[in-house]
């Protein structure tokens, strides 16, 4: 009874490769977020989804394409793997857009590690 | 840029300890959540407070809000071992707007 899921778990390819991360969620929740925790552990948003429109698009190199094909799914497609995008990336659900209402929790997948060669 | 800063960055304490780690900004938040991720894991949601002086408690864990909505503490009483994680914090400006998280605190509680 996963509520948001991801795939794969781990990723590993060479640079230059073309790849995607696929995310789905099973809570009935109008929007959907991509987010990148650098090894660091700094989480960052990527981008947001509110039934299937791009809502948020925070200065990510146009090589990061997501597709929203309906609600219960948010796909990432990375163009041109570079060293620098190695990284977990975590997709999350919401039943609104925020996160900062309480009514409007995010709920994060467990995470595609990605690591590029 | 709203700016999150998480302190201590590292902790490391014996089982039945107390500790309060800190969630500071310059900016002001109209709400701040608290995450906890376990290795492997994506972060869960502990609380989220939204006015100012608020605290909350979720049994061992204290949380409280600060009076200008620009800073938050974290109290943990008698640490235990599944205690041991990557705490975040995360603030919103708005009921629309995106989370912005601090860079976390990772906690380790030794048996």
């Known amino acids: 009874d996963t509520a948001v899921s991801q795939t794969p778990k781990y990723l590993v390819t060479q640079m230059g490769n073309d790849k995607s991360i696929k995310c789905e969620q099973n809570?009935?929740?109008?929007?959907m977020y991509w987010y990148k925790q650098d090894s660091k552990k700094f989480l960052k948003i990527m981008f947001s989804?509110?039934?299937?429109?791009?809502?948020i698009n925070e200065t990510v190199p146009n090589r990061f394409s997501p597709k929203s094909p309906d609600k219960a799914h948010l796909n990432l497609h990375i163009n041109s793997l570079e060293l620098g995008d190695s990284a977990v990336y975590f997709c999350?659900?919401?039943?609104?857009?925020?996160?900062?209402?309480?009514?409007?929790?995010?709920?994060f997948g467990p995470g595609t590690r990605l690591l590029v060669l | 840029t709203q700016l999150l800063e998480q302190s201590p960055q590292f902790l490391s304490i014996q089982e039945g300890e107390n500790l309060t780690v800190y969630c500071n900004s310059s900016?002001?938040?109209?709400?701040l959540q608290w995450y906890r991720q376990e290795p492997g894991e994506g972060p869960v949601l502990l609380v989220t407070?939204?006015?100012?002086?608020e605290v909350k408690k979720l049994k061992r864990l204290t949380f409280q809000f600060g009076d200008a909505r620009k800073d938050s503490s974290l109290h943990i009483t008698a640490a235990q071992p599944g205690d041991t994680g990557l705490y975040l914090c995360?603030?919103?400006?708005?009921?629309?707007?995106?989370?912005?998280f601090g860079k976390g605190i990772t906690l380790s509680v030794r048996p």
């Open positions: 999350a659900s919401s039943r609104a857009l925020g996160g900062g209402d309480p009514g409007r929790t995010q709920y």
């Open positions: 407070v939204v006015t100012g002086g």
């Open positions: 995360a603030g919103a400006s708005g009921a629309n707007s995106k989370l912005t």
């Open positions: 900016s002001v938040f109209s709400s």
């Open positions: 989804y509110n039934n299937k429109e791009l809502i």
């Open positions: 809570l009935g929740h109008d929007t």
